[in-house]
């Protein structure tokens, strides 16, 4: 059997859903899915601290990245003697996980053996399909990542089916934010799981401030920061709550501002993007997804950020 280490959360998702979920020997610091993972040997960390705002975490990554550092460092010992076979990282984002470079100096510094190293490198929907695909293949079970695919395609076409309006007169504007500050527009899949989920994304790949956010005046806005679940969510957006331009945005005085767990579903790129959807779905259209599906993601995976109270009662 193959001895796989993940350094992405994504990528173990991605190897459980494909059946060798127990082949796995090590993960990254941040793989928290499926349960039971958490008990492997975590084999990264991050070089900045955690702690401190939206702001002070995003001013020490871009020092990091500005001195072509990676974000995270591998424990390049420990690696070697779990002897993986398959070594699964990404290449596309340096912030999100170790990078290819990372792992393939640890490979040449100090591993034994020839470990095959597959980068993952997500930029869309259909290209998290392909990634399956490629994990799977690495495995020498394509048959198994063309299920998976099916399984996942299949499923977010009933969740569009169901609930996207007809007339996109009726389709919501939304800005999905995946950082609070300084105010970043979600990129790569999340415009197309925002489509599929009856709404039009704006302010997407975009960083700005919330000058910019009013120029798009979305009908919603979903905050889904990365590496964030509901509650530090929750606390970041206090820097937004406090800003009087953030009280004049229409999608905040409808009280149609959410909160979602962006950690464990929208910065994922693996099959659980279907769920995502799910989420989005509820979110925009509650009433049709409500009356399509018997299940609701409010409280565990969303909330509503109420609106607020109108200056004449302050």
Known sequence: M????????????????????????????ECDHPPGVEALPALTAPKVPLEGSSREIDDRV?????????????DEERLN?????????????EVCAVSLPTVE??????????????ALEPRSLADVRDDIRRVAEALGCPERGDRVVR??????????????????????????????DPLMGAGGWVPTLLEAAGGTPVFAHRRGDLDALHDADPDRVVVMACGFGLPRTDTEMDVLRTDRRWATLRAVQAGHVYLTDGNHFFNR???RLATSLDILAEILH??????????????TAWRNDPAPVPSSTQ
Not at 81 to 93: E, G, K, M, N, V
Not at 105 to 118: F, H, K, L, S
């Open 151 to 180: 399984r996942m395609r299949d499923r977010m076409q009933t969740t569009s089916n169901s609930v996207t309006p007809a007339d996109t007169a009726n389709r919501p504007t939304v800005a999905a934010l995946e950082w609070i």
């Open 2 to 29: 193959p001895r796989i280490v993940s350094l992405i959360p994504s990528a173990t998702e991605i190897v459980d859903a494909l059946g060798y979920g127990d082949d796995l020997v090590g993960r990254s610091h």
């Open 269 to 271: 790129p693996g099959p």
């Open 81 to 93: 003697a779990l002897r993986p076979d398959l070594i699964l990282t990404q290449s596309q984002c």
């Open 286 to 299: 509650p009433d049709r997804f409500h009356a399509a599906f018997d299940r609701s993601y409010r409280e």
């Open 105 to 118: 100096q640890a490979v040449a510094d100090r591993m034994e053996g020839d470990p095959t190293v597959v």
């Open 62 to 74: 871009r020092t990091l990245l500005d001195e072509a550092m990676s974000v995270y460092d591998v």
